[in-house]
């Protein structure tokens, strides 16, 4: 991809071995081929259509897809006194403070192709359409990129004037992506800075974090009541980020990675063996923990808040066995307990606890996002295969071990709301997970 070695050797090579010649030809031949069965020597622009470019690029339906996926993104952190969603008649101003919020680069990421900062739907412009009737004020107060704070005061006369206060904070499109390794994941020192400083006056204010990893904010945690996880949403960010404040969705996305509480305290894997000594809080004893902070994340793998709330019942399992090529269903009601419609992610996690090389505490095998309308309830099934406990034996081939697996449903790998077991009733080999039948959920009215 970056490397010089055609152009600067191929030749050379070819000159002093000339069977490697024949190699070239067979290699050239393959891309002459494809060029070929893709008329390319007929026709070679048949594939660039300008018309049918200007006609799909940012299309209605499109934007609109890209408006839903941004929501379906998006992260609720953190949500002390059911601040959010905003209800627009309770407010007359809102300050929308943070560089970020209007950073059309930044929520197309660093890998934006053909993406341009004038077609994005901006935070700023997406709460301003948003709430119309409001009067809203901004000020970028720090940008992530420096350690300026001069722009802090005026940021800090407009919170102080509003209502409530949207503060976005975070990286930028420079600062996460590949290539973009940071020795620290606590949040820029700028934007920590000015959260520090709006967080300070006391006032309402909600926290809209853009990054492309998990960050270590346990200081915005302890003192910011809402916030909320929006990434990078891309060409319509601004609409969907508006959305979710104002209540016209209920958030619903769920951590790919955990949240550390100091950068020290990485890595984070959910799915980690157990220890010899595992963790007590008892600082007499000599287990593996940390003696300055707690040992669990600040946000765990799987977390994810709604502005509703959901329940989990009646589970039940079709099978307490299962042998080579058979199934068992695993089933459980999920019922929206609250006021408002709204999706939850139902999560299925396993566990082998004695095989012959150590098995994960925790293993994700399974989830479904769910829409429950207020009231709604609905059963989801998962249905596994023995062959997808395989694991790599001592005598290097995939194994699937006799034994009792344990089993959980929850909101989170944290947050684990029913348990159950069965038996594999028959060592056999396996293949790898991957290669494996997926887990087959299903969803039916209850």
């Known amino acids: 991809m970056v490397g010089g070695v055609f152009a600067e050797d191929l030749k050379s090579v070819v000159s002093n071995d000339p069977a490697r010649l024949k190699q070239l030809d067979e290699a ?3 891309i002459l081929r494809v060029k070929e069965q893709l008329g390319l020597f007929d026709k070679p622009m048949q594939y660039h259509d300008v018309e049918r470019e200007a006609r799909e690029l940012l299309a209605p339906d499109h934007r609109e897809a890209a408006r839903a996926i941004a929501r379906q993104s998006i992260v609720l952190l953190r949500n002390e006194g059911k601040l959010l969603p905003l209800d627009p008649g309770k407010l007359r101003s809102i300050a929308v403070i943070g560089a970020l919020a209007t950073d059309g680069l930044s929520e197309l990421g660093s890998w934006r192709a053909q993406g341009k900062a004038e077609d994005v739907v901006t935070v700023l412009k997406g709460i301003t359409a948003a709430v119309p009737d409001l009067k809203i004020s901004s000020a970028p107060g720090a940008d992530p990129r420096n350690d300026d704070l001069t722009g802090i005061p005026a940021a800090l006369k407009l919170a102080k004037a509003a209502d409530l206060t949207i503060l976005m904070i975070g990286e930028d499109f420079d600062q996460s ?10 949040l820029p020192p700028s934007q920590m800075e000015l959260a520090r400083r709006v967080l300070a006056l006391g006032k309402p204010v ?8 998990p ?7 302890e003192k910011a009541p809402a916030i909320v996880e929006t990434w990078m949403l891309g060409v319509e960010g601004g609409n969907a980020v508006a959305d979710v404040l104002f209540g016209k969705y209920s958030p619903a996305g769920r951590l790919p990675a955990a949240f550390p509480r100091t950068t020290g305290a990485v890595p984070f894997n959910y799915a980690a063996n157990a220890t010899g000594r595992p963790a007590d809080p008892d600082l007499a004893r000599d287990t ?5 902070l707690p040992i669990t994340p600040l946000f765990p793998f799987g977390h994810g808040l709604s502005y509703s709330e959901f329940g989990y019942t009646d589970l039940a399992q079709s099978t307490q066995s299962v042998g ?12 929206n307990t609250g006021g408002v419609p709204a999706d939850e992610v139902v999560q299925l996690y396993v566990r082998d606890p004695v095989a012959t090389i150590a098995r994960p505490l925790l293993e994700l095998r399974g989830f479904k996002r769910v829409e429950l309308g207020a009231g709604q309830r609905k059963r989801v099934t998962f249905s596994l295969t023995s062959e997808q406990f395989a694991f790599w034996g001592p005598r290097g081939q995939w194994l699937v071990e006799a034994g009792r697996i344990d089993f959980w449903i929850g909101a989170s790998s944290a947050d684990l709301r029913a348990k159950g077991s069965f038996e594999i009733s028959k060592t056999h080999m396996g293949t790898a997970p991957a290669a494996a039948l997926p887990t087959r959920v299903i969803v039916s009215s209850n």
Do not use: K, M, Q
């Open 28 to 30: 050239v031949l393959r």
């Open 288 to 292: 593996v923990r940390y003696h300055d």
């Open 324 to 335: 080579p090529g058979e199934r068992i269903d695993i089933s459980i009601t999920v019922e």
């Open 177 to 186: 992506g590949e290539a973009r390794s940071r020795s620290s994941l606590e």
């Open 215 to 221: 960050l270590a904010i346990a200081e915005l945690a």
């Open 206 to 213: 909600v926290v809209l974090l853009a990054n492309g990893r």
